[in-house]
């Protein structure tokens, strides 16, 4: 009995360890339970969202690369069913070109050895037609590391290329047209710094783009634009009024040279995310002015043609009359007084005197008045015009000691002129440099080539010309026996050929004139001043 008593202990001891063992495994049984319905909730969950996913194409792959899953995107993306499609080798993808290079096969070499590959290219669907797509593919392993296939993610980006290739197309576009423009395209950024300066700027101005970029607008500008235009933008970001914005305005500007030129200029705003540009359309309009400027002058030229031809008239018959009578009158005192009333002479002197000034001033407005007749025809300037005047003058400069120079440092084109009045125009304006040196000097003539034009500066080494004189305006002149038309007329002549005519001149050291004629000759048809002149 006493040893049966011993035992008992023991057996409960070990009933106890059994129970809790057994507790631990129902816990454990419990948990698994649970993990297991989390694991199949989330399994289903994961599939319900890649049936729903209909804009990615998402199935897998057995290690051989065949179809094994096939979700409804995938359906809608390539067109198979997933009966059609279990089992096929996803080389069927591929268009031909791809197969035949073996492109499918190394897909799946690098992504098995690197775990991952992101790729776009073309893709074909079960009707043949392609599509851009963009693929990723991961490489599936077990927890031993062991290959069990690839999962693969598909997006057709067809829509989203082309726009992307619209957009492309329409940006380089708009580059070529801002490349090719003739107006000049100017864009800066808040800080007035330039971003953008295309071919005709570069042109317009004489900067490359290289050495604008990125510098101040400023140094385009003439002033007090230059100055102002910094705190112009500075307001305009504060209070939002525009000044220059949304008009065209016409301003100075300058050259990389630093000349001053007249532009139109439009400015606009545009946005860019968080920064904003501004972009300056700039029109040279030099010639514009230029032309606006000989129609002023054409209208003086015309109101002044006008005004001589009434006052020739008006005054031509009262001062022959008077002549006459002054001729009458002095007969008659040559019979009657003796000589030796000298004031009286010398009084009928000095009327006829001022009476025969008085007539070469009415044949000066004739002149004036009067319409030149033009024959203009295609002439080599070198050996029709230059030659002929510097063999006819350079004995009468020798005489003066003058010295004449030419050159001609390239071949010239040929100019459709009228030779005897440019051989005019050149001798008045050399007589002219020559009575500037009475005491001796050089004359330099020089002609060259220009964009579509022939220049001619006539350059001398004289006293110049003070300062406040337009030698143009008729009737002014520097010289003691001067009649003050012979520029005017040189003017009238360069005009009628549709030139400009210019001068530089500084008091004590000489005087240059510059005469640039076109080629092609005045346009007869829409010349203006032509007509008025001739």
């Avoid at 003539?445 to 337009?470: C, H, K, Q, R």
Wanted: overall charge negative; proline content about 5%; glycine content about 8%.
């Amino acid at each position: 009995m006493a040893e049966k008593d011993k035992e008992d202990p023991v057996s409960l001891a070990e009933l106890a360890q059994l129970r809790q063992a057994v507790e631990r495994l129902e816990g454990e049984l419990a948990r698994r339970k649970e993990a297991e319905e989390a694991l199949r909730q989330s399994e289903q969950r994961f599939r319900l969202l890649v049936e729903a996913c209909s804009d990615y194409a998402i199935f897998m792959l057995d290690p051989a690369g065949h179809v094994v899953t096939w979700n409804p995107g995938a359906e809608r993306v390539q067109g198979y069913t997933a009966a059609e499609i279990t089992g096929k080798h996803y080389s069927l993808f591929f268009p031909p070109e791809d197969r035949d290079a073996g492109k499918p096969d190394e897909e799946l070499k690098i992504v098995a050895a690197e775990g991952r590959l992101e790729t776009e290219g073309w893709r074909v669907r079960k009707d043949g037609s392609r599509y851009w797509a963009h693929v990723i593919t991961t490489a599936l392993r077990d927890q031993g590391g062991r290959l069990n296939g690839y999962a693969k993610v598909i997006r057709d980006l067809t829509e989203h290329r082309r726009a992307e290739e619209a957009l492309r197309r329409s940006e380089s576009w708009l580059r070529s047209l801002i490349a090719t423009t003739q107006d000049a395209v100017v864009s800066i950024d808040r800080q007035g710094r330039v971003v953008l300066f295309n071919r005709a700027a570069e042109r317009i101005f004489g900067y490359t783009a290289e050495e604008i970029v990125g510098r101040k607008v400023n140094q385009l500008m003439a002033e007090p634009y230059a100055s102002e235009h910094d705190a112009y933008i500075a307001r305009y970001e504060r209070t939002g009024e525009a000044r220059a914005i949304g008009r065209i305005r016409t301003v100075t500007a300058r050259r990389k040279n630093g000349e001053l030129f007249p532009i139109e200029l439009s400015v606009t705003e545009i946005a860019l995310e968080d920064d904003v540009h501004y972009a300056a359309f700039i029109r040279d309009i030099s010639d514009k002015v230029r032309l606006q400027s000989r129609l002023v002058e054409s209208e003086r030229l015309a109101a002044i043609g006008t005004t001589a031809a009434t006052i020739g008239h008006e005054l031509g018959n009262p001062v022959n009359g008077m002549s006459l009578t002054v001729q009458l009158l002095e007969r008659q005192l040559r019979d009657r007084l003796p000589e030796t009333e000298a004031p009286l002479w010398r009084t009928v002197s000095r009327l006829k005197d001022e009476i025969s000034r008085l007539v070469r001033l009415a044949d000066r407005f004739r002149t004036i008045s009067r319409k030149e007749k033009y024959s203009f025809r295609p002439t080599d300037i070198e050996t029709g015009v230059i030659q002929p005047v510097v063999e006819l003058q350079e004995p009468y400069f020798s005489a003066m000691g003058v010295q004449l120079e030419v050159a001609v440092p390239e071949p010239l084109p040929v100019v459709v002129l009228d030779r005897d009045k440019v051989k005019q125009m050149l001798i008045n304006l050399l007589k002219n440099a020559a009575e500037a040196m009475p005491q001796g000097g050089k004359i330099t003539l020089t002609a060259t080539a220009g964009n579509d034009s022939v220049l001619l500066e006539v350059t001398d080494s004289g006293t110049g010309i003070p300062p406040g004189i337009d030698p143009f305006q008729p009737f002014t002149t520097t010289k003691k026996d001067g009649t003050g038309l012979g520029l005017w007329i040189v003017r009238q002549i360069v005009v009628a050929h549709g030139g400009v005519i210019t001068y530089r001149s500084f008091p004590g050291t000489g005087t240059t004139f510059s005469i640039e004629l076109p080629c092609q000759g005045p346009d007869l048809e829409s010349n203006e001043l032509w007509r008025l002149i001739c």
